[in-house]
């Protein structure tokens, strides 16, 4: 057995005697039996049923996995429910997307740029193949708004919207800016081309941070983090982790952003309490688990990941976050017409 797999058992027979202790009894129940039958009515007790959650579900899918997650406390800061190598830098894939929306939408804040500015979609800068819509309508040379870039980058992850963004902030002035906000490992990956780069690196801890930062008004302008937040919030963004096993209003609740590419299966995001208060934080990254050509929900990172937000959220719907609420703008099929 290897030391990484000696440190993990051990965390995983701490924090589920711990969840035992909270509640009173020897042999905790599971994630999801937790969340219905023994609802956390403390920030302590929520941080160790989610810390149980975790262990859990990463030995359940195997691989290695880099976390962090905290539970909000009116008491002070945000109690930490998992710390697992949270300075670890990795690669980010589309979850950067979101410090990528971050830049561009700091330099509207600052009248650089407009949400209504028009970003011509070339057939060149198509990403062929890649994930989102600029792919498949094969409709070039036309052009669309950078708000309808933005919104494509965070709720379908489409490939071509990050070389939109790229056009209206280079690499290194994007990077510059995250720096700048106190994010020196959230960076892109510069390559020959100024306008173009790879989605880069972060850490758990730095991309938890972003988060917390984002919510507490402290990032962007308040019309640029309600942006930004209803689209990570909306009923088309990311489903398949997290968010999977939720009702429409329970999806409301939480902002997520995934990203995968080989065998990384990625997701970062925030639960918002019934007000819309923020309540739990979360930056989960995955690698080396088994079928990494599979990107679909069947994915053993993915279903674990699903678990694990059930999990979460049903440990802290009994509390009350802090800070700022962002309440949801309520989103309804329609039937056309």
Not at 260 to 282: H, K, N, S
Request: one cysteine or more.
């Amino acid at each position: 057995m290897t030391a990484r797999m000696n440190r993990r058992t051990a965390l995983g027979l701490g924090t589920a005697a711990t969840a035992g202790a909270v509640f009173g009894n020897g042999s905790p129940a599971s994630a999801e039996e937790r969340g219905v039958e023994q609802p956390a009515s403390t920030p302590a007790q929520a941080a160790a049923l989610v810390a149980a959650a975790y262990q859990q579900r990463i030995a359940e899918a195997g691989g290695s996995w880099q976390a962090y997650v905290s539970v909000a406390d009116a008491a002070g800061a945000p109690l930490p429910a998992v710390s697992d190598e949270p300075n670890l830098r990795l690669e980010a894939y589309s979850v950067n997307k979101i410090a990528v929306a971050v830049a561009v939408l700091d330099k509207v804040d600052r009248g650089l740029l407009t949400l209504t500015q028009r970003v011509d979609v070339t057939e060149a800068i198509v990403v062929t193949g890649g994930d989102g819509i600029f792919s498949l309508d094969g409709a070039y040379p036309s052009s669309v708004t950078l708000g309808h870039a933005l919104a494509a980058l965070l709720t379908v992850s489409d490939d071509t919207a990050v070389r939109l963004c790229g056009l209206v902030c280079p690499s290194a002035e994007l990077n510059a800016i995250l720096v700048a906000k106190g994010f020196p490992n959230t960076q892109v990956q510069p390559v020959a081309n100024p306008n173009r780069f790879y989605l880069g690196t972060s850490t758990p801890r730095e991309t938890h941070d972003l988060l917390r930062a984002l919510v507490a008004g402290t990032l962007l302008s308040p019309a640029s983090t309600a942006f930004l937040l209803r689209q990570l919030r909306s009923p088309i963004a990311h489903t398949d982790g997290v968010r999977r096993t939720m009702s429409s209003d329970e999806r409301a609740r939480i902002a997520s952003k995934g990203g995968w590419y080989a065998d990384a299966r990625c997701e970062a995001g925030i639960i918002f309490d019934r007000a819309g208060a923020p309540v739990l934080t979360y930056a989960l990254f995955a690698t080396g688990q088994a079928d990494p050509g599979n990107f679909g929900g069947t994915h053993p990172a993915v279903t674990a990941r699903a678990k694990m937000g059930r999990s979460f959220l049903d440990a802290v719907d009994g509390l009350t976050g802090t800070g700022t609420a962002h309440r949801v703008t309520r989103q309804r099929p329609s039937n056309g017409g």
